[in-house]
């Protein structure tokens, strides 16, 4: 699998974004999927994950209320909706793909990851 992410930029405080994530092959619907971030001089941290199905989402702390992850299975993409963007917020953008037997399962755990993109840079300005 290969990803593609997308949609980053320089917003100010308070502006909303969407990132995407275009997936290669015919096989997207097995893998759950997440979104990561990685500020500069910190790890890289959770954001949000989705289930093979869309069925069931789970949140970082810092952006429940705010983000909302989403997936088109027949689009072979996962959305990442953010709102109300904050300084904090600033960093790269990762979407990782865990392949997946069971359709209701979230993954925050980055080692259980299989396939990452190459990230898409967020910047907001205060």
């Known amino acids: 699998v290969q990803l593609q992410a997308s949609g980053g930029g320089l917003v100010q405080a308070g502006a909303s974004l969407r990132l995407s994530c275009a997936a290669s092959g015919r096989t997207f619907s097995s893998y759950a999927m997440g979104w990561f971030r990685q500020a500069p001089g910190k790890e890289r941290e959770f954001v949000a994950a989705?289930?093979?199905?869309?069925?069931?989402?789970n949140y970082a702390d810092s952006v429940k209320g705010r983000f909302a992850i989403s997936r088109t299975n027949a689009q072979n993409t996962v959305y990442l909706q953010m709102s109300s963007l904050k300084p904090e917020d600033t960093a790269v953008y990762y979407c990782a793909a865990n392949f997946q037997r069971l359709p209701r399962t979230v993954v925050r755990t980055t080692s259980e990851y299989d396939y990452w993109g190459q990230g898409t840079q967020v910047t907001v300005s205060s």
């Open positions: 989705i289930s093979r199905s869309g069925g069931t989402t």
